[in-house]
Nanobody, 126 residues
Framework: QVHLVESGGGLVRTGDSLVLSCAVSGLTFSQTIHLSAWFRQAPGKEREFVAA????????RYSETVKDRFTISRDDSANTLQLQMVGVRPEDTAVYYCAVTPSSQIYDTEGKYRYWGQGTQVAVSS
């Protein structure tokens, strides 16, 4: 069974940097073709796509709201997914979820992802 656990969330100030991590078990990154991504859900809003990285690590996709500020990466030796957040803003406040799905394609649609973590809260004060 695939299990995802996010960590690294917390309360930060506008302009700060933060790194979220997602530990994955039950699926070995280096041995299984898959797609990994981060989504987020702000209070009162629907969950939205943030970033994705394909298995080959030669393609990434970002939402326009985080492009040039956030970086998605994957550590196959540790079987973890990261999201480096630079220059955070109050509108980045949300619960951040990691998601993984068996696919060689890259998607920004929530319904395409099979496995999800429970989320980690990020709060950005102004």
């Amino acid at each position: 069974q695939v299990h995802l656990v996010e960590s690294g969330g917390g309360l930060v100030r506008t302009g700060d940097s933060l790194v979220l991590s997602c530990a994955v078990s039950g699926l070995t990154f280096s041995q299984t073709i898959h797609l990994s991504a981060w989504f987020r859900q702000a209070p009162g809003k629907e969950r939205e796509f943030v970033a994705a990285i394909n298995w080959y690590k030669d393609r990434t996709r970002y939402s326009e709201t985080v492009k040039d500020r956030f970086t998605i990466s994957r550590d196959d030796s540790a079987n973890t997914l990261q999201l480096q957040m630079v220059g955070v803003r109050p509108e980045d406040t949300a619960v951040y979820y990691c998601a993984v799905t068996p696919s060689s394609q890259i998607y920004d649609t929530e319904g395409k992802y099979r496995y999800w973590g429970q989320g980690t809260q990020v709060a950005v004060s102004s």
